[in-house]
């Protein structure tokens, strides 16, 4: 196809994309014209000015706050702002889910220019068209590139590590104290015998009688759980939380397998996991030292099975290469969904990777019932959508397998040694700064600070009667 890259939702041919880009712009005029010329945190009262704003729009505080807060997170990422401000390709909806995603990272990592410039690097590269008609990424392939992102970087932040039970707290001196918060009181107790695991479970009373469990652990035992969890509710046909409820009271034995996806020909690759994204290198550890089967996707990407249904192999090959539901704009998580043959298999469609698309069962209804066909690029994994008006556009594969992803793998290494080069030159400057601190002559320390509380002496009271 000789047509040059395009987005789908720019196109100048459809009424839709030449609306929508319209409003997006005035959407981008009306929001800087709002916007606080002042420093928020500084200058002017943020509760005032939201009151004012209000007065005049009707827009409510958690709007304008999501809002400016979105602009405020573009004006850190340049080269993003500058194609935005072009093509008005993403809204204010699009850039506050960047905003999210990236006040997701450590706060002292939000510091670090390092940090901007690898997501202003690695949003370009998500939102620079490859194929004409190409579908703009879903929200979940937004949020996995920053957490990729964030986790490519993360060693700058290491330091830094909070200690997941914070301060210890004193052991209460006179007695037990009355109980008035259970949930305050488990937290302050210390760690269970085996501290190697640092898991904490809250159980709290809720005003309407029920009972709410918080439980926090590690991220291998978290990877581990959550497998569990969809693979239970698979398994008994139900959600997650009524799934979980009925494997503790009434077990039943399960199969599940927890994917780890690492590339074999790159040193210091990360691993990916389906629905946790980047993996901790200790929680990558961990669980490569429980691995049991490993499976190559070099012999997976060509085999064959004469079954309808796909081996073990080649649904982790697919899986791995679409990580999300094919149709446009679905985000579901590929892991449980249903293979789909994009040539029948009663019509001669082989089960084979460069014929099989994960899709929801949802949208393999609509696929079943011709809505929409399509054609899937046995090399890249790219999916091109045909609609009945004749119309189609292409939806790029995100999972670890797909080329482009495979690619970013190379960069993530390389930025990873990148940033703890950096960590280590800073850490050596701020020790340089301590030193020379030290040198310079400090006033003699005040252990205290007297007040003196004056006041006058209480009335005297009438003595007792006999
Ligand atoms: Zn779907």
Known sequence: MSQPASWSVLNPDSLYSRVRRDRTAAEYDYWRTLRPVADINSEEDWTTLCTLLYRDTGLSKGILTRNFGALDTLDRLPRLKALIAETYLLDLYHLSIISKAIGKAPTELQEEDFLWRSLDEDLMALFTPSRPQQLLPGTRTINNTIAD???????????????????????????????????????????????????????????????????????????????????????????????????????????????????????????????????TEEAAQTLQDMVTQTLDMDAARDAETPQHDMTHPIRCCVIGRDWTCRWPGCNAPATHLDGDHRINHEDGGPTRADNMVMLCRHHHNRKTDVQATYLLDPVTGDVYWHFSDGTYAVDLAAGPLAPRKKNWVQTYSQRAARAREYAARKAAAEEFERYQADQEPRPAPQPYEPVLVRHRAPPEEDPPPF
């Open 149 to 279: 992102t964030i986790a490519s970087v993360k060693n700058l932040a290491a330091p830094q590590v909070p200690d997941p039970w914070g301060k210890p707290t004193p052991e209460p001196e006179d007695g037990p104290t009355p109980c008035e918060d259970p949930a305050a009181t488990m937290r302050s107790l210390p760690p269970a015998d085996d501290a190697g695991r640092v898991s904490s479970l809250f159980v709290e009373p809720l005003p309407d009688d029920r009972l709410n469990f918080s439980l926090a652990v590690d991220q291998a035992t978290g990877v581990l759980l959550t497998d569990v969890l969809s693979q239970a509710a698979r398994t008994r046909k139900t959600n997650q939380a009524n799934a979980m409820v009925d494997q503790l009271l009434d077990p039943v034995s399960l199969t599940v397998n927890s994917l780890l996806y690492r590339a074999s020909d790159v040193d210091d690759a990360p691993v990916f996991h389906p629905t946790t994204g980047i993996l």
